[in-house]
């Protein structure tokens, strides 16, 4: 079985606790709320007015720039609110808050279905760039921007990533059991519009009947191909799974269509498909709700926009919980309060009651970080570099490349938050940078 | 309505928000769990005052441990274990005849000035246990306490014939008359740790077991040892040595005359002898003071081990283990600055 190279971990896998449960669509919200920055790139602007009445799959916020994607109420309703609110990842940004009118009304121009195989590429593309397609394992990169590479990159491959090495997650794995011809089909016209003959699913070892799942599904069709991977974290990062599945390494500073190759998560495919085939916007996703503070751990089709506090009160969460995480516990980002919404990259959240109580102490130089960075980075010595502010250091030692996958933070028995360090040290190297410039 | 789901405020913090068990003191804890084999070895030959000679290092190092970090005004991390280690280590390096108060003078060298000058753990440049047994040779050699090796008595007894250096010890022999060796000494005995030498060198039967169980746990490299033991029993092949006539020569180039097993034999008797074994196993692999990667430790395990060699055939002392450690450990940084491991997708 393939797997990436060097380095990588085991953590607790933790999957089981959610696993089994099939998507459920829950109970329309009463109240949606949709920062108009849920994606990488630039914020959407907001085209609606408080008072407004709004339809299910009607844009509320438009796309700024080529890098941007639309924002669309994902029920119809009253538009009560807009107000700028801090992100979950500390962005201030517009919130447009929607009264849901309990009628769930779908807008006019979502109610056709297409025939995607006798359409052009530029028009797929220009129905999810309208659809406001982004990445769904988390990063939230817009989709439309992915499918267009520069022309002097010619992509030969495309990698439907269906790993989820998140502990815990376990809705990439549902869509995959019970979406699988809709995966697919994203998956077909996703190739369409790259124009590449070759795709290939991956999906770990610990979900064998979703790769087999997949596998039958596909059989048919000559380009693609689903392979069965080692279980290893971090597989699901572009980086490792392309070196995992094909060899390739991608240079630092490089993108994967540098290489040759576009990785979509599992989650955007099948977005892809409910836009492209029924023009449906990105209004809902799967978020596995799960933790061992979560009475009832399940796998959910939540409408974008819902407050967390719903869907933690709806699977019975402990007033015990200690950390509440949005995302997987690698990569997640650990929220002050449940009142922010499900938004496109949220894949999880998770209720924690037993965390390590860790006390970080000095580096004793044991390497750990070293053998397990899958990138073959030097953390140790990029954190003796940070704290002692050598930012001149940081372009040598890799600081601006490491992905921030978590890796070395949870292999160091000394528990220093490593990653923790390098996020910082990358937006000091940014400020150090500007201020070189200044000075020429 | 939203807060009033959890009774406590929820606690923030970066990710990841899960890690691995292990910890710096289940890490030294472990390296002294490896130690004990070797342990009761020693008191099995030297009998109580060896215990003692141990208890002592080991308790001087945990109180000037505490004692410094009071005075530094940091945290006080005795329970951690690694001052234990150090303690433990430089008693194993000490014949176990010596007066008490060697062990308290070296163990608060390796403490107090080895580590803590330093800043700490993690932060000293030369392993503390070695500094410290350093420190005891260049400071009690010239009353013989540091250099005099008891000859053994029977087990149990701990009844050792104190002034009754009779034979000459195995690494003396393998540099004065390595062809002669086996007239005195057998490999078994080296084996099984039943030949003069410091307290925790005796067994290399048990320091190999103690070393296997820490790689199995993933706390040492392989690398390291093993690149440290091999060098030192190629050289011992491969660089001149002295034979009956005390003239040098080459033993593979004499395979006729002196024979392969011999040749064999006397390879394996360096590997088995002095703190070949405690410092491959136990020493260079001290993370604090070896290289990051995987390829940097092999080449300290090598360095290591070349180091030992020369010194062992051609050097002042009898025994380089120490020496060769501690040079090599000076080493580190500019073995670190050469075996940066190709980044994920760089050029080659």
Known sequence: MKTFKDGGIHPPEMKQLSKDSK????????????????????????????????????????????????????TSGKVVTIEPRTTVLGKICDHIVIESDGQDKWSEENKRSREWKDLGKDKIKSFIKDAGIVGMGGAAFPTHVKLSPPDDRPIDTLILNGIECEPYLTCDYRLMMEKTKGVIEGLRIIMKVLGVERAIIGVEANKQDAFEAMRDACWADDGISAELLKVKYPQGAEKQLIEALIGREVPPGKLPLDVGVVVQNVGTAYAVYEAVTQSKPLIERAVTVTGDGISKPANLIVPIGTPISDLLQRQGVNPKTKKLILGGPMMGIAVPTPEFPVTKGTSGILALMKIPNYM????????????????????????????????????????????????????????????????????????????QQNKK | MADALFENKLIVGPSPHV??????SRIMWSVVIALVPAFFVAALNFGLYAVAVALVSIITAVIVEAAVQKFRGVPITVSDGSAVVTGLLLAFT???????????????????????????????????????????????????????WPILGTPFTGNVAIDAVTKATPLAVLKTAPLAFFKSYSLMELFLGRIAGSMGEMSALVLIIGGL????????NWRLPLGFILTVAVLTVLLPVRDSHGEFIVLWRHLDTVGFNQIIGISLAQVLSGGLMLGAFFMATDMVTSPLSGRGQLIFGIGCGVLTAIIRLYGGYPEGVCYSILIMNTAVWLIDKHTVPRFFGARK
């Not at chain 1, 220093?416 to 360090?421: F, N, S």
């Not at chain 2, 890690?19 to 710096?24: A, E, K, L, N, Y």
């Not at chain 2, 169980?213 to 040492?220: E, M, Q, R």
């Open chain 2, 94 to 148: 000490l014949p176990p005849d010596v007066p008490l108060y060697i062990p308290v003078i070296g163990s608060a060298f390796a403490i107090g000035i080895a580590k803590h000058a330093f800043g700490g753990l993690g932060c000293n440049i030369w392993n503390p246990a070695l500094a410290g047994r350093a420190f005891l040779l260049a400071a009690y050699s010239s009353n013989i306490v540091m250099t005099k």
């Open chain 1, 360 to 435: 970080p102490g000095p580096c004793i130089r044991c390497g750990k970080c070293v053998s397990v960075c899958p990138l073959r980075g030097m953390a140790a010595e990029m954190v003796a570099a940070i704290e002692a502010g050598q930012v001149e250091k940081y372009e040598h030692l890799h600081v601006l490349d490491c992905v921030e996958c978590g890796t070395c933070t949870f292999a160091c028995p000394s528990h220093r938050t490593l990653v923790h360090y390098v996020k910082q040290a990358k937006a000091e190297y940014q400020a150090w940078k500007a201020e």
């Open chain 1, 23 to 74: 998507l459920e669509r829950i109970e329309l919200p009463k109240q949606l709320i949709f920062p108009v920055s849920q994606h990488i790139g630039a914020p959407a602007k907001a085209i609606v007015s408080v008072g407004d009445e709004v339809l299910k799959g009607q844009v509320i916020a438009e796309a700024n720039g080529f890098v941007s994607v639309p924002i669309h109420a994902s």
């Open chain 2, 19 to 24: 890690g691995t068990c292990d910890s710096v």
């Open chain 2, 213 to 220: 169980f820490l790689i199995f746990k993933g706390y040492i």
